[in-house]
């Protein structure tokens, strides 16, 4: 019997836009925060465990970033166990992911790019080298999306059941029929029911031999295909405790009392060729049965959120200021604008130099002051980009840290932008956020905005963070 748990890892980022440092939260205690918290409940023991050279999985590049910092040892140990497996097989069990969290069909097609080529440049990065498969942010997909993730060179990713209707009776992984003369795209759809049981039924987990014998007696359960579990990873040990202990039995010892034999999505691909039609339905995603209205508007999934599509439209109206500015000043410096936004990541981490990147991009001869530029514009979009974490228009309150983050990205973008250029940013713009208020206490976006601006003013004027 073949199965495959992937585990989908990632916080919403919790440093403060401005300051870079993560307040005190409440609720973490005895730790300073959340991230801290499931890292000791989750992260650090799944890593000691093995469990991660095991799994399919995902990191998100945000949550990685911070890892690398607060806990180079776990991070080493994620990395060694996924290079153990590309190493053996000459396919890794890690996947990337869309690196700001953004809901991709939501995004402008460049936007969706960035977003794709930023996830697979961090991946390598701490890898070592470059991913099979791509984590969608809420596994959200549209056709557009699907084009971009094989144009960029991947070969696959997981989507909910619902998100396809196979041409066939027969169970996946799926190929998705792609235009533009496109070869199709695989895509691995969870298994719902197990997938159910895992993320959403305590009990069901609370013994690994029960839950492995419940597989034989389920009538729905073809035993002869891969079936995928997919789960929030934060899920094995920090949302249900000791469930890192129970992941640790099924995949080992447990597993292997049962006659299951795991597997992985890109060692299946070796050994098996996908061979049935899917249609995607479009756009949709694994949390949200409508599409992906829970991310733009007011949708059966957050009821009374109608602060979310005044917020959408207004952010939207900043991000086309700010890239609209970025094309315009960086044209003067180098050809391409945009394919040097493509290689941020690459620069923020040291991989290649701004300046090489602009060579390559229509300009050979920077000086001090177009590389200075460059930075702050850059610097800028990645904000930009920031401001679409999906986090932001998750929940049903406006009154919550995330929404205000996205704001305070915003904030932040648009700072680099004038300190940059010297354009100031049409009131009329900022003012379309007076419209986006908390109904239970009255917070508007516009007051975020402003107060925030006031803070990079104050915080950042004569210490522009550089990149690294």
């Known amino acids: 019997m073949p199965l495959c748990v992937h585990g989908h890892f990632y916080q919403p980022p919790r440093e403060d836009p401005i300051s870079n440092y993560i307040p005190d939260e409440r609720g973490a205690e005895p730790f300073r925060n959340w991230n801290e918290k499931i890292l000791a ?42 290079r153990a497996n590309y190493l053996k097989f000459g396919v890794g069990n890690g996947m990337a992911q869309g690196y700001t969290h953004s809901i991709l069909p939501l995004l402008p097609l460049r936007d969706k790019v960035a977003s794709v080529r930023w996830g697979i440049d961090d991946f390598t990065f701490r890898f070592g080298h470059k991913p099979q498969g791509i984590w969608l942010p809420e596994t959200a997909a549209d056709m557009e999306t699907l084009c971009v993730l094989q144009d960029c060179g991947l070969q696959f990713t997981i989507l909910a059941p619902w998100q396809v209707r196979p041409l ?13 003369g496109r070869n199709p795209f695989i895509v691995f759809p969870y298994n719902r029911g197990l997938s159910t049981k895992v993320s959403f039924l305590p009990k069901a987990t609370e013994n690994g031999d029960v839950f492995l014998s419940s597989l034989y007696a389920d009538p729905e359960m073809d035993l002869r295909q891969f079936n995928l579990i997919a789960s929030d990873g934060e899920l094995y040990g920090h949302h249900q405790k000791f469930r890192d202990h129970f992941l640790r039995y099924l995949l080992g010892e447990g597993g292997e009392k049962h006659g299951v034999s795991w597997s992985l999505p890109g060692l299946w691909l070796l050994e098996h060729k996908v061979e049935t039609l899917a249609q995607l339905n479009e756009p949709s ?13 007011e949708c059966g999934c957050t009821p009374g959120a109608r602060w979310k599509a005044p917020f959408f439209h207004a952010m939207h109206q900043i991000a086309d200021w700010l890239e609209t500015v ?20 690459n620069i923020k981490h040291g991989q290649r130099k701004l300046e090489e ?4 991009c229509g300009c050979s001869d920077l000086d001090a002051q177009e590389v200075a530029k460059m930075r702050l514009l850059l610097q800028a979009q990645y904000e930009c980009q920031r401001m679409f974490t999906s986090c932001g228009w998750f929940f049903e309150e406006f009154h919550r840290i ?6 305070a990205y915003a904030a932040k973008a648009i700072w680099l932008t004038q300190k940059a250029t010297g354009e100031q940013i049409d009131p009329e713009i900022i003012s379309e956020l007076s419209k986006v208020r908390s109904e239970k206490t009255g917070l508007r976006a516009d007051t975020v905005l402003a107060q925030t601006l006031i803070r990079a003013e104050n915080e950042q004027n004569g210490s522009v963070q550089q990149l690294e």
């Open 41 to 82: 409940e989750c992260y650090e023991p799944n890593a000691r465990m093995g469990n991660f050279g095991m799994i399919s999985f995902n990191v998100g590049p945000t949550l990685f970033d911070w890892m690398w910092k607060a806990a180079p040892g776990v991070v080493e140990s994620i990395v060694e166990q996924e």
């Open 168 to 180: 066939e009776p027969k169970p996946g992984p799926y190929l998705v029929e792609l235009p533009g």
């Open 285 to 297: 995603s694994w949390s949200c049965m409508h599409g992906v209205e829970r991310w733009r508007a």
């Open 326 to 345: 970025y094309e315009a000043h960086a044209a003067e410096i180098v050809a391409d604008p945009w394919a040097v936004r493509n290689e941020f990541i």
């Open 357 to 360: 990147v602009c060579a390559e």
């Open 402 to 407: 995330e929404p205000q983050n996205n704001i």
